[in-house]
C-alpha cells in the first residue's frame, strides 16, 4: 500500500466544494469565482480549518489552468521583516498576469507574524497594485492586523471544523486507502483532532504506519493524549473524596508522555460537559485557568496539577 505521501497534501482539497465545514465562507467564495472578481481577503482562525485549501481551490476555480502561474503562497513567518514586502512581495505584484486573467493572487499565510512595518509597507503596495493584483491573508488572530489593511480586506472568520465534517473526511480517506476503521477508532481521531482536520489527517496516517487495523489506542498512544474517560475519572476521583486515586493517575498520564498542558486541555473540555451544578463548573473552570497560567509561565507542571487536584477536592467538600 502506497504511504509515503504525506496525505494532507495527498488529500488536500482541489475545488471550492471539498472544503468542508466552512459552507457559509465557501458559497460567498463561490460567487466571486462566478463574476470573475476579488476583493483583497482575510481568512482569520485556528490551525487545520481549511484557509490555505479554500485560498488554493479558490485560485484553482478561478483561473483554471493557469492558476499556479498566477498564485504565489508565501509565509510571513519565514521572513517578518519589511525587505519580505519590498522584495519578494512586491516583486510579485508588480508584473502582469499570464493568461486571459485580469488580475494575480498573492497568499500570504501566518500574516499576523509580520511586523508593523512590514504590514505598513503591504498595505502600500496593496494601494499600488490593486489592479494586477489580490491579496489573501491568512492568520491565526485578525486582531494583530493592522486597522489600515483590515479595512481593504473583505474578512472571512474560519471555525473549528464540526465533528461530522471530520467524521466524514476521515472515512473517506481510510477507504480510499484500504484502512480498517472501527467506529470506536473514528471517534478516537475526532477527539484528539479537537476541530483540527490535520491533526486528525496525521493521526490516521500515523496509525496507518503501524497497521491497516486502526484502533483507539494507537490514536491516543501516537498523538500522545489521554482517553476522556481517563480524564474524567480524575476528576470524578477528586469531587467524590478519592484525593489519593486521582494523584495517582495524574502521575500514570504524565510517565505515558502526556504534556501537563494536554492534560489541562482536555480537563478544560470535559468540565464543561459534566453534569455539575453551573456554580461548581465555573469553580474548576477558573481552578483550570490559574494552572494553566502558572504552567505557561514556567512553573513545575507536577507540582501545579496535583494543587489542581487538590483544589478540586477542597471545592467540592465545601459544597
Known sequence: MEREEIWTEKYRPECLDDVVGQSH???N?????RKCNLPHLIFSGPAGVGKT???VALAREMFGDTWYENFTELNASDERGIEV???TIK???RTMPIGDVAFKIIFLDEADALTDAAQSALRRTMER???TCRFILSCNYSSKIIEPIQSRCSVYRFKLLPEEAIAARIRYIADKEGLKLSSDALDAIVYVAMGDMRRAINALQSAAVLSDEIKPDMIYGLTAMARPEEITGLISDAMNGRFRDSIDKIGELLDRGISGDEILAQMHRLVINMDIPARKKVELMDRIGEADYRITEG???RI???ALIASFFLAASSS
Not at 29 to 33: A, F, T
Request: proline share 0%; no cysteine; aromatic share 12%.
Open 25 to 27: 465562507i465557501i458559497r
Open 29 to 33: 467564495l463561490k460567487s466571486y469565482v
Open 53 to 55: 485549501a479554500a485560498a
Open 85 to 87: 514586502v519590498r522584495n
Open 91 to 93: 516583486n510579485f505584484a
Open 129 to 131: 497594485y490593486s489592479g
Open 299 to 301: 512553573a513545575n507542571e
Open 304 to 306: 501545579q496539577l496535583d
